[in-house]
């Protein structure tokens, strides 16, 4: 048995790490984003 | 996964899995493989930083859509078989955090379109996501047995999006797209409601089988196979595509039709016997990822 209290910071702690898997990518993304803009306009 | 000594089940934060759950994913994967269709048939490519951009811009509105559609109806997917286990219903996960992630996941994918894209990209993606829920979800699906027909539209929309993504404005051939998708939904969708009827039925849902009937419903999609097939030749003789795609979509859409004057001459009125219906429906998913597979490689070929 896993007492629901482990079980809400096993979820929070999932849901932490995805968030900042995500957001890193999102930078990443809007590097790329930016350098594919700017090559458009030279 | 292990058991939970459970004291107060609305404290437990709903897990990564159940968001992912409310966006669909099956769904999706049609309606991304559409867009990129749209954009990849499209007579410019934009920078792939760019076209991925707008490829995932496009799923995670489907995914919005599908997560307020959940939203919505979660007391109605109680009440079916098919949907009962979804995170809502089955009491994973409360409605604010679904209607937040809807919300979120549905503005953040427009205002991304349109910054990386363009702006007609944009309002598009937008319109088919205000489409799908506003339209659809809340008022056609509960109302009308033509609920389909006219929200067969929003699922229209990605390989248009795909190709404003790609040129900044819309033509012939993409609307052609948009048409062929349009047609497609309702033989789609009542062969799947023929042999689930008693599910829409118990949820108050008024699918064409459950107000009409099901010798009516037959006769609509074999009706509604023909206009859908010839909108999906159509490009040839118009000269947007070459010889290969127009054979391709004239065999493809003849196996369609047949397959549908099956389902017509049918009379069972037992789901478990309804062997026509069921493979009408899975070939109709077969059916439209070959089309747009063919018309990609037509073009690739031919331009």
Known sequence: MVKQEDEIVRR????????????????VLMFFITIAKASLNW | MPAIEMTDAAALPADWRDFLALTKPRVMSLVVFSALAGMLVAPQLPPFALGFTAILCVALGAGACGALNQWYEAEIDAKMRRTATRPLPAGRMDRQSALHFGVGLGSFSVILMGVATNWLAAVLLAASILFYVLIYTVWLKPRTAQNIVIGGAAGA?????GWAAATGRIEL???????IIFLWTPPHFWALSLFVRSDYAAAGIPMLPVVAGIESTRKQIFLYSLPMAAAAIAPWPLG???AAYG???AILS???VVLAGRVLASRSSDPSQMGAEKHLFAYSVFYLFALFTVLVVDRWITW
């Open chain 2, 240 to 242: 947007l595509t070459g």
């Open chain 1, 12 to 27: 929070q702690r999932e849901r932490s790490k995805i968030l900042a898997w995500l957001l890193g990518a999102f930078v």
């Open chain 2, 247 to 249: 054979v391709s979509a």
């Open chain 2, 254 to 256: 003849f196996v369609f």
């Open chain 2, 157 to 161: 929309f990605p390989p248009l999006i």
């Open chain 2, 173 to 179: 051939l993409p609307a052609l797209l948009f048409a």
